[in-house]
């Protein structure tokens, strides 16, 4: 199988920075699009940036400008660095990523990671 480990979060002041990873182990042959996606309580998991694997980027546009996705191919990692933190950036940070197995062809399969929390407050 495969498995998303992501780094662990922290509490930053808000203008503040921090950068998150989150690496992919396991079964893999390669790994498509990797995401990042947040959460806040009573709100729904919205996506906050895609990485794919040619190194193009999508961000939402409550982040752009202020985070920056990246990736390491060859660790199967995703990095997100986050800059001028607000305090509505306070969610619990998922990873995911669609990967493809090994020895299943070009069936990609939905992973996520376990969840960081990043809290923004002074």
């Known amino acids: 199988q495969v498995q998303l480990v992501e780094s662990v979060g922290a509490l930053v002041q808000p203008g503040g920075s921090l950068r998150l990873s989150c690496a992919a182990s396991?079964?893999?042959?390669?790994?498509?699009?990797m995401a990042w996606y947040r959460q806040s309580p009573g709100k729904q998991r919205d996506m906050v940036a895609v990485?794919?694997?040619?190194?193009?980027?999508n961000y939402a546009d409550s982040v752009k400008g202020r985070f920056t996705s990246s990736r390491d191919n060859a660790k199967n990692t995703v990095y997100l660095q986050m800059n001028s933190l607000k305090t509505e950036d306070t969610a619990v940070y998922y990873c995911?990523?669609?990967?493809?197995?090994?020895?299943?062809?070009?069936?990609?399969?939905?992973?996520w990671g376990q969840g960081t929390q990043v809290t923004v407050s002074s």
């Open positions: 995911n990523a669609k990967v493809v197995r090994l020895g299943e062809g070009l069936r990609w399969y939905a992973y």
């Open positions: 396991g079964s893999i042959f390669s790994i498509n699009d």
């Open positions: 990485i794919n694997n040619s190194g193009s980027t």
